[in-house]
C-alpha cells in the first residue's frame, strides 16, 4: 500500500516600510536593495495552503482559490516545488535515511481569506504557505532563513513572510543567491503596539504588475542608482535600530520617505508608472497635516503611511491612535454603513454606523483634502504586526478524500 502525504499551512501577508524594488538577477529573483517589513497579523490577512503527495497522482495540480491554476513547467511555482523536492533529497542522503520519498506528485489547493478585489498582494502571503507547507509535508527541520530562499523564487516579498515581526531581507551578494534571505529584525511580542490600517482604494484600471514595472525602472531609471547605492543601506540601518529601540517617530520618517522614494523611482522610469491616484494621495495630505499637529504638541510623528504597487494605503500607527486615525479617516471618506464591522469594533458594541463617529482633530487644517464620496476608500481594515507560518491540524485541509479541492 502507498502512503499518502499531505500537510496544511498558512502564511501571513507583509507590508514593506523599506521596498524592494529592482531585480539584479530576474530567474533566482534576487534584488538590487535589501527590504524590511512589517508582518500582518493572520487572524485578519492569510494564505492557507494543503499540500499532498500521492504516487497515484498523474502530474503536479495546483487549485488557487478553489479555481485550477496552470503549473508552467519553467515558472516560479515549479521551481519552488522542484528546490523543495532537493531540500528533501538532501536532507534524506545527509541523515542516511532508510526511507526515502519516490517524490510523487502533488496536489496543492490554497486559499486566501481576503478577497483578491480588496487589491491586496496575495504572492508573498501564497508562496510563503506553499513553501510552509511542503516543508511540512516532508519534515525538513529547515529554518525559516532557508525557507525564505526557496520562497523568494516564487516572488522576491514572499522570502519576508516566512518571519512574524520585523523582516530585513538581506540583499546578500554571492552570485548563486545562497544569501539572499529573510531575517528576523525583532519578534512579533517586541512591539505589539505596532497597528496597521489598511484603507482599500477603488482601483478600476489594470496596472503595471510589480514584475514588469520593476524590470522597466532598472533599465531606465538613473534614481534608482541613487536610491541602491546611497540611499536604502543607511535607511536599513535606521529602521532597524529604530524597531529595536520602538522608536516610532523615527520609524515613521523612514517609512514615509521610502514610500515616497519608491514612487519617485516608479515616475522616474521610462515611460513613467503611477501607482497612487487622487485618492492615495489625499490620505498622505491628511496623514501629513496630522503628524504636523502632533509634532507642534511636542509629541512627534503618530502615523506613517506607505503604498505599495497600487494606490491602498497601509497606515502604521500606535494602538492608542488608531481610533483618532479611523475618525479622521471617515471624515473624508465616508464609508457604507453596515459594513466592516472590525473597524466599528473598536469603538465598542453600540457604535453601529462609522460616518457618525467622523471626528477631525482640534486644530487640524480641514482645507488639505476634499472630502470625497462614499466608495473612494471602499473598506477599512484594522490589523496588527503578527507571527509567522502556521502548521495547521488535518481538520483544516482544502483538500477532500479524493485529492481534489473540497
Ligand atoms: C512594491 O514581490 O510582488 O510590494 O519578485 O517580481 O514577484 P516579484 O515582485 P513582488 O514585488 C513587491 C514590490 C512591493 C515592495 C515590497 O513588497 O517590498
Redesign the pocket.
Known amino acids: 500500500m502507498s502512503t499518502i502525504y499531505q500537510a496544511t499551512a498558512s502564511a501571513p501577508v ?3 516600510v523599506i ?3 529592482g ?1 539584479r538577477d530576474t530567474k533566482l ?1 534576487l534584488p538590487t536593495n535589501s ?1 524590511l ?1 512589517v508582518t500582518l497579523d493572520q487572524d485578519h490577512l492569510r494564505s492557507t495552503t494543503t499540500s499532498r503527495a500521492d504516487p497515484s497522482f498523474e502530474r503536479d495540480q495546483l487549485w488557487l482559490n478553489g479555481k485550477e491554476d496552470e503549473i508552467k513547467a519553467v515558472g516560479r511555482l515549479a521551481t519552488c516545488i522542484s528546490e523543495m523536492k532537493r531540500l528533501r533529497k538532501e536532507y534524506e542522503i545527509k541523515t542516511q535515511m532508510n526511507q526515502r520519498y519516490s517524490f510523487p506528485q502533488f496536489h496543492i489547493a490554497s486559499y486566501n481569506n481576503f478577497p483578491t478585489a480588496a487589491g491586496l ?1 496575495s ?2 502571503s501564497g508562496f510563503a504557505a506553499l513553501v510552509a507547507s511542503l516543508a511540512q509535508l516532508y519534515t525538513l527541520p529547515a529554518s525559516p532563513s532557508t525557507l525564505s530562499l526557496i520562497a523568494r523564487q516564487g ?4 522570502c519576508r513572510s516566512l518571519f512574524g515581526g520585523f523582516v530585513a531581507w538581506q540583499m546578500g551578494s554571492d552570485p548563486s543567491g545562497n544569501d539572499s534571505l529573510a531575517v528576523q529584525v525583532a519578534p512579533q511580542e517586541h512591539w505589539p503596539q505596532m497597528h496597521a490600517l489598511i484603507c482599500v482604494v477603488s482601483d478600476d484600471k489594470k496596472g503595471t504588475s ?2 514588469s514595472g ?1 524590470q522597466r525602472t532598472v533599465e531606465t531609471s538613473p534614481l534608482l542608482q541613487h536610491r541602491i547605492k546611497y540611499v536604502v543601506p543607511e535607511r536599513m540601518e535606521k529602521i532597524s535600530k529604530a524597531i529595536l529601540e520602538r522608536d516610532f517617530d523615527t520609524f515613521a520618517k523612514i517609512t514615509m520617505a521610502d514610500s515616497n522614494q ?1 514612487h519617485a523611482v516608479a515616475l522616474d522610469t521610462e515611460p513613467p508608472i503611477f501607482y497612487m491616484n487622487d485618492v492615495s494621495r489625499a490620505i498622505i495630505a491628511l496623514i501629513v497635516e496630522y503628524n504636523r499637529l502632533s509634532v507642534e504638541a511636542g509629541k512627534g510623528y503618530k502615523a506613517a503611511y506607505t503604498y ?2 497600487g494606490p491602498n494605503a497601509v497606515i502604521y500607527a500606535l494602538e492608542e491612535n488608531i481610533k483618532e486615525i479611523v475618525q479622521l479617516i471617515v471624515s473624508y471618506f465616508p464609508q457604507r454603513s453596515g459594513e466592516f464591522k472590525d473597524v466599528l469594533g473598536l469603538f465598542g458594541a453600540s457604535s453601529t454606523d462609522l460616518n457618525a463617529l467622523a471626528k477631525i482633530p482640534e486644530g487640524f487644517n480641514g482645507a488639505v483634502a476634499k472630502n470625497f464620496e462614499v466608495g473612494a476608500v471602499k473598506g477599512l481594515i484594522h490589523t496588527r504586526v503578527g507571527d509567522g507560518p502556521r502548521k495547521l491540524g488535518g481538520e483544516e485541509s482544502l483538500l477532500a478524500e479524493n485529492g481534489l479541492p473540497k
Open positions: 507583509n507590508i514593506a521596498k524592494y524594488w531585480k529573483i527590504s517589513s498582494a504572492s508573498a516572488s522576491g516579498s514572499a510589480s514584475t520593476m519608491f505599495d504597487a
